[in-house]
């Protein structure tokens, strides 16, 4: 299972690489998807992925501070408020409605109320200091 865990981490990984290169693509939900996988896949393999630059741009600051741009937010909150909207209007079982409101109104609630939303400038100067790259922001001292 480690493996089938290391693929789709691979998998999504790469996903997140082309999002941050194309702008139609999501980042953010890739890496975390990738995130999760490697995690349950080996030590090595994550400690791998923590050292890249898209993790410490894209993941850092939510990974160690719960905190993302709105940007952000809504990119990885949109695509499921979305789809489970519209099952919720297909779907004929009153219970399943009723079941993806509340998984909408949920996820909803946890981005607005359980992540800190930041600026740009706060998100980029906490990625550059975790990537080690320059820039002309320096570090708060936190």
Do not use: H
């Not at 693509?25 to 890739?30: M, S, V």
């Not at 791998?48 to 993790?55: A, D, N, R, S």
């Amino acid at each position: 299972m480690r493996y089938v865990y290391a693929a789709l981490g691979l998998f999504f990984f790469a996903l997140g690489a082309v999002g941050a290169l194309l702008p139609v693509l999501p980042t953010t939900p890739f890496l975390l998807l990738a995130s999760f996988f490697f995690l349950r896949s080996s030590k090595r393999l994550n400690d791998w992925f923590v050292g890249t630059k898209l993790y410490k741009r894209y993941l850092s600051n939510y990974m160690d501070k719960r905190q993302m741009t709105v940007r952000a937010k809504l990119l990885c909150a949109c695509p499921g408020v979305v789809i489970m909207s519209v099952l919720a209007v297909v779907l004929p079982q009153w219970w399943a409605k009723a079941l993806l409101v509340g998984l909408t109104l949920f996820e909803i609630w946890f981005f607005v109320t359980r992540i800190k939303t930041v600026s740009v400038e706060e998100a980029r100067q906490y990625g550059q200091m975790r990537s080690g790259e320059p820039g002309d922001l320096e570090p708060t001292g936190e």
